[in-house]
């Protein structure tokens, strides 16, 4: 009897999510090669890639974490509530643990950087499609035990329900206030620390005190490269609350917007409040700032009954407010104080900005206008000084200037135009001199000498306003980063 030939096995089908192109043609080219796996299908990652998908029902889907100037977290989302025997791996640029962390808790199986896809992407694919969780050897080296266990689903028995649970919660509209013996409202606090540690143990033990009667509470703190024991008070702190208190570290400081922004891509609540570290914002007014926001806004400022901050400091603030109402658009009576809450919608908007200088009240004033206004004390600091220095209060002024409107290029088009019709003026007066016997013409040297050095000035102006603008779209195209977080510790969903 002749033997019979082998069986060939189908091939596995692998459905490719990624808005590069090339990324895309060099993937296909890679996995085409294997005799077990073949590209079925790929898309740019607009609004089809669920129907493709389930056109397909490819056996795995390798989706780029970063599309279009957004992250992942929807596509993982939805295909997690739609197909959720499909496995995912996420492929991505970004080295930081941060990032594996939130796209394997949006519910992917697998984290690869795209500097290893060459040389691991088959492994990787053929790992997750067996039913295992793959991390790519840089970011195995950076993970810390906890997170290993927890993404190879040692930590909790069913990690991917878990996330998917949680993406769904999370594109729910937000819940009203809950009553007294009710804590369903999930309630995010994020907190940037610099130099505070002797105040932020006392302010997280009264803010979780009050509210955790009330609400899930989550509060993220985010230490900005303090140069006290801030790191170590809030590690600490998340020691004596592991269920409410994520703690996060900066490998040198940011800035205070960067810091929150830091913060904000950890919050896990329908609401996040932003506020201080110093007391300055009490921890009794968050309450009045959750009933507001449930009433329909998206945001709610603290409007302050009379400020403790220094003399040169409400200089600064009353600076910062109307070059704000010109440059962004803000309503003139709206102060935008640091203490606010904003809504799981706006917050997931925010964090969609990936650029390395984020101004969070310029983001916020161009994604809405359902603003809400309390009144509320403001407190004296109870330990150490403002972090604000005057060269930080000008370079916040020009990064929202610049980086968030279009203001300077205005006014400087506003002064060439004002420059045209002097010019044209004094054309005409030059002329008419020339025709009117007894007009007496200024000195030929005074009259260049007065042009050069104006025209050279404001040349130079419309060269350094071009050149910052140019410079910005630079950094933005190098993802020069918002911020680097050194270590992380915070609890597992």
């Not at 496995?87 to 640029?93: A, E």
């Not at 992407?121 to 035990?145: C, D, K, Y």
């Not at 914002?281 to 806004?297: M, Q």
């Not at 030059?430 to 040349?459: H, K, M």
Request: proline share 6%.
């Amino acid at each position: 009897m002749m033997p019979q030939p082998a069986t060939a096995l189908p091939r596995k089908k692998v459905f490719l999510v990624d808005d590069h192109p090339l990324v895309r043609m060099g993937l296909t080219n890679i996995i085409n090669q294997e005799e077990d796996l073949t590209v079925c299908g790929e898309t740019d990652g607009e609004d089809n890639v669920l129907q493709l998908a389930q056109g397909l029902r490819p056996d795995i889907a390798v989706v780029d974490w970063s599309l279009k100037d957004k992250d992942a977290t929807d596509i993982i989302a939805t295909f997690r509530q739609h197909l959720p025997q499909m496995p995912v791996l996420v492929l991505s640029m970004h080295e930081e643990l941060f990032y594996a962390e939130r796209a394997l808790r949006a519910g992917a199986d697998g984290y690869i950087m795209k500097q290893e896809a060459t040389e691991k992407i088959i492994e990787a694919v053929r790992t997750v499609i067996a039913g295992h969780p793959f991390l790519s050897s840089r970011m195995a080296q950076a993970t810390n035990g906890e997170t290993r266990e927890w993404a190879e689903g040692r930590h909790a028995a069913h990690p991917v329900p878990d996330a998917i649970a949680h993406a769904a919660e999370r594109a729910m509209p937000a819940r009203p206030p809950p009553g007294p013996h009710q804590a369903a409202l999930r309630l995010s606090i994020v907190i940037p620390v610099y130099n505070s540690e002797t105040t932020i143990g006392k302010l997280c033990d009264q803010l979780i005190r009050e509210l955790s009667p009330f609400y899930q509470l989550q509060v993220v703190l985010v230490d900005d490269n303090s140069s006290d024991r801030s790191a170590e008070t809030c590690q600490k702190l998340h020691e004596r609350y592991p269920e409410r208190v994520d703690c996060l570290v900066l490998s040198r400081n940011f800035g205070e917007h960067n810091a929150v922004m830091a913060g904000l891509n950890c919050a896990d609540g329908d609401y996040c409040v932003i506020m201080d570290d110093d007391f300055q914002n009490p921890p009794s007014e968050v309450r009045k700032l959750v009933t507001e926001i449930a009433h329909g806004h998206d945001v709610v400022y603290v409007r302050y009954e009379s400020k403790r901050h220094s003399p040169y400091r409400n200089l600064g603030s009353r600076m910062h407010n109307w070059m704000a109402t010109r440059a962004l658009g803000k309503p003139a009576d709206l102060y935008l104080s640091s203490f606010k809450v904003i809504s799981r919608f706006l917050m997931q908007e925010i964090v969609r900005y990936t650029g390395p200088d984020p101004y969070i009240d310029a983001i916020i004033l161009r994604t809405t206008r359902k603003i809400g206004v309390i009144t509320s004390r403001h407190e004296p600091r109870h330990g150490g000084k403002s972090g604000y220095t005057f060269r930080k209060l000008v370079a916040l002024w020009g990064n929202m200037i610049v980086s968030f409107s279009l203001f300077p290029l205005r006014l400087l088009g506003a002064l060439g135009a004002i420059m045209l019709l002097l010019g044209t003026g004094f054309g005409i007066i030059t002329f008419a001199a020339l025709l009117v016997p007894g007009w007496q013409d200024p000195d030929s040297l005074e009259r260049l000498n007065a042009i050069n050095w104006f025209f050279r000035g404001i040349t130079l102006v419309a060269v350094g306003i071009v050149g910052e603008y140019v410079g910005r779209i630079y950094m933005h195209l190098n993802r020069d980063p918002q911020f680097i977080i050194r270590s992380i510790t915070r609890h597992r969903l």
